[in-house]
């Protein structure tokens, strides 16, 4: 069959088949096969050249599986996740994470900046961490405020590594919204703040004791005025 193709060809074909040895083993080989022909221009057979690319071709089938699996966990990904130029920080690829979570669609997002989308509040921002990560090849947990669609600002944690995508410098981002987390810590730290202040001023006196063995931990200016002693004693 290509030694008809490269007859039909007039020339040099080139093609990949995988051939069987005497020995039972099986490389994949890249030949190129040109039509012979005498002084009368009659054919008088076809001359092949075959160079083993088993290897070869193993080392890309095993980039393609890589390539599968990165592509999968990019997308399955709850964590909001982006893949930008370092030269230009237009986004080339983004996950189903980040565009439920920022409100832009996906075709909002691609070949956009974060300065097109007003993503962060603070110009300086991606200039900190591009400086970041020329030094180190990667950030981790850095904590900032993001801009979503709407306007909504959220607090997310931040981790970004150098990859090479076809040869091109690219930043791989993750984009975790910890929005919740310190919004509950904040609440806690308001309502401890309340209940001490609520606990000091209390005319009634009120003390803290702990659980295991009754030992005092706190007490108030009214529960030491009735008892006499001091908070220290």
Not at 10 to 25: A, I, S, V
Not at 52 to 67: K, N, P, S
Not at 93 to 113: F, H, Y
Not at 161 to 178: A, F, H, K, P, Q
Request: proline share 3%; net charge neutral.
């Amino acid at each position: 069959g290509h030694d008809r193709a490269a007859v039909a060809a007039g020339g040099p074909h080139r093609n990949e088949e995988w051939l069987t040895f005497p020995d039972g083993h099986r490389e994949l080989v890249e030949t190129i096969k040109t039509p012979m022909y005498d002084r009368q221009g009659r054919l008088i057979g076809v001359l092949g050249i075959a160079r083993d690319i088993t290897a070869a071709h193993a080392t890309q089938v095993h980039l393609r599986e890589a390539q599968a699996r990165f592509a999968a966990a990019f997308q399955a990904s709850p964590v909001a996740m982006a893949i930008s130029q370092t030269r230009d920080g237009r986004v080339i690829e983004v996950n189903d994470a980040l565009v439920r979570n920022s409100g832009w669609s996906r075709e909002e997002l691609l070949g956009k900046t974060s300065r097109d989308l007003g993503l962060w509040p603070s110009p300086a921002s991606r200039e900190r961490i591009l400086d970041a990560l020329q030094r180190e090849g990667r950030l981790l947990d850095h904590e900032l405020e993001i801009r979503c669609k709407d306007g909504r600002r959220r607090q997310c944690r931040l981790s970004a590594t150098l990859i090479e995508v076809n040869g091109e410098s690219c930043i791989l981002t993750n984009l975790d919204d910890i929005t919740a987390q310190r919004d509950a810590e904040a609440a806690r730290s308001e309502s401890q703040a309340r209940f001490a202040t609520a606990f000091q001023s209390s005319p009634v006196a009120m003390v803290i004791t702990r659980r295991a063995d009754g030992r005092f931990v706190e007490v108030n200016p009214s529960a030491s005025r009735l008892f006499g002693w001091s908070s220290a004693e």
